[in-house]
């Protein structure tokens, strides 16, 4: 726990919104990205930041987690990780489709990056504080949209009934 002399001078610290380094009291600006910066009022907000920083996902990192996590339906998952593999896993489809018209590569590319894509699915709804079978929603025609909105929605910044946040 921080003592109140410890936190009184964390608000005083200046920190970037964008990549959370400490600069100079009385900046408009950081040093670094040369983004708009201002006082940080609580440490929790301190934490988000350093965590945007230091673990930020990337297209390889992304497929890196999902597909070591491939039958792993517990915790959670960023909208940078699901979406970022989404993205691969459509472009592997279609570039098999490209590669075989007949479509047999492509259906052996969906069934192998079938459990990867529920297991990622399944924790980035974990991450709206959902359940992963809120994906057979989709059965339905109607489904599918509300599927959309809550994968693409902003997960909770708290922990929730599936963890702590990524």
């Known amino acids: ?12 610290k200046m920190f970037c919104s964008q990549c959370g380094k400490e600069n100079p009291e009385g900046v408009n600006f950081c040093g670094s990205c040369g ?6 009022g609580t440490l929790s907000h301190i934490k988000t930041s350093a965590n945007l920083t230091n673990e930020q996902m990337t297209f390889g990192k992304s497929i890196s987690t999902c597909l070591a996590k491939y039958v792993d339906f517990s915790g959670r998952a960023s909208r940078p990780e699901y979406w970022w593999f989404y993205l691969f896993t459509a472009l592997l489809n279609w570039g098999s489709l490209l590669v075989d018209q007949s479509g047999a590569i492509s259906l052996i590319v969906g069934l192998v990056l079938m459990l990867p894509s529920l297991s990622a699915a399944t924790r980035r709804l974990h991450d709206t504080n959902r359940s992963g079978w809120w994906m057979l929603i989709s059965c339905t025609i109607i489904g599918i949209i509300p599927l959309i909105i809550w ?5 909770n910044e708290q922990p929730n009934n599936y963890g702590s946040p990524v």
């Open 1 to 12: 726990m921080l003592s109140g002399t410890i936190f009184r001078e964390l608000e005083r």
């Open 35 to 40: 983004a708009k910066i201002g006082t940080l």
């Open 151 to 155: 994968l693409a929605g902003k997960g």
